[in-house]
């Protein structure tokens, strides 16, 4: 079955929405098969988001992932990777679609509430970023 990394970010955690995020999965059929809540480090989160090392956004974002405790989770299910964006919406919260948890609940393009992989490839590394197969319900 498909997995994917979702990751709930600082600034829904800080405003006490992991609850109403998790339950958006649970509503659309998705399994939570691990979780757990953490806080990175600024390393942590700069090797997590290497891929965007060129970006101009890149010290702000590691600034804010880093800046209080997130909660990855393994989504499983069905195509789940686009499912999970679909549920997700835009990066930009003013581009996403009315009824996603960016539109709903983020505050802005960096502050957009949570993660989730865009391929195959990336989830299998996002995965394995956070859990050992031994953490897998
Ligand atoms: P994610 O990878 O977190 O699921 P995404 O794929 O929609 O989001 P990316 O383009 O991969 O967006 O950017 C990764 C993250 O970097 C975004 O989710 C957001 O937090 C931040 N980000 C993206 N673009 C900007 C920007 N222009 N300014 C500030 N932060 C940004
Ligand atoms: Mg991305």
Do not use: W
């Amino acid at each position: 079955m498909e997995r994917t990394l979702s990751i709930i970010k600082p600034d829904a955690v800080e405003r006490n929405l992991i609850g109403n995020i998790i339950k958006r999965f649970e509503d659309a059929g998705i399994k939570i098969v691990a979780m757990k809540l953490l806080k990175l480090s600024k390393a942590q989160a700069e090797a997590f988001y290497a891929v965007h090392k060129e970006r101009p956004f890149y010290g702000e974002l590691t600034d804010y992932m880093s800046s209080g405790p997130c909660v990855p989770m393994i989504l499983e299910g069905e195509g789940v990777i686009l499912k999970n964006r679909e549920i997700m919406g835009a990066t930009d919260p003013k581009e996403a679609a009315a009824g996603t948890i960016r539109a709903d609940l983020a505050i802005d393009k960096e502050k957009n509430s949570v993660h989730g992989s865009d391929a195959p490839e990336t989830a299998a590394q996002e995965i394995a970023f956070f859990f050992t197969e031994y953490e897998l319900a």
